[in-house]
């Protein structure tokens, strides 16, 4: 969702505005819509739909974009693996020069197997476990972001127990309103997240005298799609006065992670600015001496995703345009209310007179529905579409309810593109299933 939707009855942008708005994108006469240099239909020949796909190119320059935006500040880029956790992905994140923030065994694995150093890894999370802080802590990890007085008890005896220091921040509430989905924002005082800010300098000093435990700073994360750079202001004048308070205390204070959150447009709409965000730190921490991190996740890779789909067919007089996409592949606006661009693939269908339809997905859920009353082009059965901004919280919340197998993932990057993961066969579906004996033995009806 966006953190500021326009009022109910603010125009949808053209097919031809979301197109300008988005670098990566172009429409062509003859091969309609193409993404980089590669032609959306000739992906969904080759693969039929539904089928993610993933520009490489366009996360580069975004990366490249953001350490433009931070030269001069003292910041280390650690991408967001929780919003787009494919192999292809963080591989691209590695070899432009970012670390990792992980909420799992899994995520940190999957960094790992990446390229991506553990010391270049911040583990994150509210419930880590005991098996998940011996495999970080045993491998190295630059940081874990501590989330309570319990989990650092946990993290002194895990790291006792290995014979090393564990590098540790604490995270703080702020309680700031990121202005926000209530669902994403993590910032407040009644969020599971983070230790109350006038408990946080006690932690910290006890911390320091603790076994296993090297304290070398706080963090804080206030939500995600954050639009505005005011919540980021507020919070951040309250974290520069946390590493203050704490050095009046007499603790040692080197590193500050500030989080991510960066919003993106999701309709013809720029976004938050990287630049902007940088002053807020500039501002911030410019005379802290402290390093900084920041952890930036759909800002990096939403517009670098998109969703191909065909419409299976239109009824109710064509309301309804229903498509081989669902719920289960993309769930955001069954879960958020979130608005995603619907456009044409090809170049005839979007250059057509628009009126209001409902697209919708084959799920046996009301839920699964993409956009009520979308101002688009006539579509009909075997047309195809692409869903914009779909490259976080997308693929990666996918599931096989209904028993649909999951969707294939392709990366292109400039005019080649490769499969990154086939499409699941409807066999693997219960591959790992077993029916036990017992019931062979059950009387049936």
């Known amino acids: 969702m966006d953190a500021h939707p326009p009022a109910d009855d603010a125009a949808d942008p053209t097919v031809a505005d979301l197109i300008a708005a988005r670098p990566s994108l172009a429409m062509h006469p003859m091969d309609g819509l193409v993404f980089e240099d590669v032609p959306l239909n000739a992906i969904a020949d080759a693969l039929g739909t539904p089928v993610w796909v993933y520009g490489a190119g366009t996360i580069r320059r975004r990366l490249a974009a953001l350490h433009t935006a931070v030269a001069g500040l003292p910041v280390h880029v ?10 292809a992905v963080l591989r691209v994140m590695a070899a432009g020069g970012a670390g990792a923030d992980v909420v799992s065994a899994g995520e940190f694995l999957r960094a790992r197997r990446a390229g ?79 230790i109350a800010y006038d408990d946080a300098v ?18 804080l994360h206030i939500g995600s799609q954050i639009l505005s750079l005011a919540p980021y202001r507020d919070a951040y004048a309250r974290a520069a006065e946390m590493v203050r308070a704490l050095r009046a205390a007499g603790q040692s204070v080197s590193r500050v992670d500030c ?10 709409g720029p976004g938050a600015s990287p630049a902007a965000f940088a002053g807020a730190l500039r501002a911030a921490f410019g005379g802290l ?26 009824k109710a007089r064509e309301k309804f345009v229903v498509i081989d996409a669902a719920m289960n592949d993309l769930v955001r606006p069954a879960m958020y209310d979130a608005w995603h661009a619907i456009v044409p693939l090809g170049a005839g269908n979007a250059a057509g007179p628009v009126r209001p339809v409902d697209v919708v997905g084959p799920v046996c859920e009301s839920g699964d ?50 499969v990154v993961r086939a499409r699941q066969t409807l066999e693997e ?5 077993r029916i036990p004996d017992f019931l062979d033995d059950t009387p049936r009806r």
């Not at 309810?401 to 400039?414: C, E, Q, S, T």
Request: aromatic share 6%; net charge negative.
């Open 78 to 87: 650690h991408y967001a693996v929780k919003a787009n956790d494919h192999l």
């Open 202 to 219: 006690a932690l910290y000093t006890h911390a320091a005298t603790l076994p296993g435990i090297a304290p070398v700073g706080i963090a």
């Open 429 to 433: 579906l219960w591959a790992a299933e």
């Open 259 to 268: 989080g991510g959150g960066l919003g993106i447009g999701y309709r013809d």
């Open 116 to 194: 991506i150093a553990a010391a270049d890894i911040v583990f994150s999370g509210v419930g880590k476990t005991a098996d998940e802080l011996r495999l970080a802590i045993g491998a190295g990890v630059g940081q874990i972001n501590v989330e309570s007085a319990a989990e650092l008890a946990m993290i002194s005896a895990v790291a006792s127990g290995l014979g090393r220091a564990a590098p540790v921040a604490l995270r703080i509430n702020p309680d700031v309103d990121a202005g926000t989905h209530a669902k994403i924002t993590t910032g407040r005082a009644d969020n599971k997240f983070g």
């Open 289 to 314: 001496d402290v390093e900084l991190m920041i952890e930036p996740g759909r800002w990096l890779v939403g517009p670098a995703g998109l969703l191909l789909a065909s419409v299976v067919l239109t």
């Open 369 to 418: 529905t993409f956009a009520r009353g979308r101002a688009l082009p006539a579509l009909a059965a075997g047309d195809r579409v692409a869903l914009l901004d779909a490259g976080a919280y997308g693929a990666v919340m996918s599931s096989t309810y209904n028993a649909r197998p999951l969707a294939p993932i392709v990366l292109v990057d400039g005019a080649r593109w490769a």
